[in-house]
């Protein structure tokens, strides 16, 4: 569910930088196709990760909130990260946290 290249991407937005429409999302730096992130969106609501509710504001837009389930992936993406850092990178190459508390 979470195994593929985009997943764990959309979930970090969403999660760790409080993302919550496909336009905000859209614009993680890492430049994912708009057809993929709709993929994996609905990959996520389908799943359980994610909630999926119309703007009260304007019809057009949705609003992606995650649910108890990834926040519940949290400490899981964490270890992995400490994992990765301490075997896959050089001592002075660690990469920047992704700001989860």
Not at 58 to 74: E, R, S
């Amino acid at each position: 569910m979470v195994g593929d290249k985009w997943t764990l991407l959309v979930l970090r937005d969403i999660v760790a930088f409080k993302k919550t429409t496909f336009k905000e999302i859209a614009q993680m730096p890492e430049n994912i196709a708009t057809n993929i992130l709709s993929d994996r969106l609905n990959k996520l609501v389908l799943g359980g990760f994610l909630t999926k509710a119309k703007s009260k504001t304007n019809k057009l837009v949705y609003h992606y909130h995650p649910t108890p389930q990834a926040i519940d992936l949290i400490p899981v993406v964490l270890c992995m990260q400490k994992w990765s850092e301490k075997y896959l990178y050089k001592r002075n190459e660690k990469p920047a946290s992704i700001g989860v508390q």
